[in-house]
């Protein structure tokens, strides 16, 4: 077995989804889990004290939520552009966290940019008493500070954006689910002569 994202498609139930957290851990599930410590350890990604104490929880783990941070840092989870719906609702207020940075960051260079080059161009022209530049500097800062003030209602902004696709790609998993149930029961109605 390969610890990788794949690890996740084994299970009859991805128990990254918080909908599937609360369900009860299988077997199967447990024994993947320490497949992946297994070979996190022999990969000397884990040391002894490290392995014990995981495959002791894991052993002991009676709902599918308590596996997935025990190979949080062993198997690779969703990329950065991954869909929401992977990811865990406290994840969400710090991935709202980061865009506004982001934003601000934009802001901040887009204010920057174009006002230096202005400088710079009326500086090198003679820098006529009409401090043209003013005008540049005014249109990109307005931006800018709309960005710093807003600092709170962007980020509450950002962080419903995710939970709003967070809970549409959970609707689009669940019905996945139970579209793939129903091929199953049509296959088996085929192989039975009644579909």
Not at 12 to 37: K, T
Not at 89 to 103: H, I
Request: hydrophobic share 40%.
């Amino acid at each position: 077995m390969n610890a990788s994202a794949d690890v996740w498609a084994s299970f009859s139930h991805d128990p990254r989804v918080p909908a599937h957290a609360a369900l009860r851990a299988s077997d199967q599930d447990r024994n993947l889990i320490l497949q992946v410590l297994a070979e996190g350890y022999a990969d000397g990604r884990l040391d002894r004290d490290e392995f014990d104490t995981r495959s002791e929880q894991a052993a002991a783990a009676r709902t599918l939520g308590q596996l997935p941070p025990l190979v949080a840092d062993l198997v690779a989870g969703p990329d950065t552009g991954a869909s929401p719906a992977l990811v865990p609702a406290e994840d969400l207020q710090a991935r709202a966290v980061a865009k506004y940075e982001s934003d601000r960051r934009e802001a901040f260079l887009g204010f920057l940019g174009p006002s230096l080059i202005c400088l710079v161009i009326w500086y090198l022209t003679g820098h006529s008493t009409f401090f043209w530049p003013g005008f540049v500097m005014v249109g990109t800062g307005i931006n800018l500070v709309r960005t710093l003030v807003l600092r709170q209602d962007m980020i509450e902004s950002n962080r419903r954006k995710l939970e709003r696709k967070r809970e549409k790609r959970l609707l689009e998993l669940e019905a996945d689910e139970a579209n793939t149930g129903d091929d199953d029961t049509d296959e088996t109605d085929d192989r039975d002569g009644s579909g």
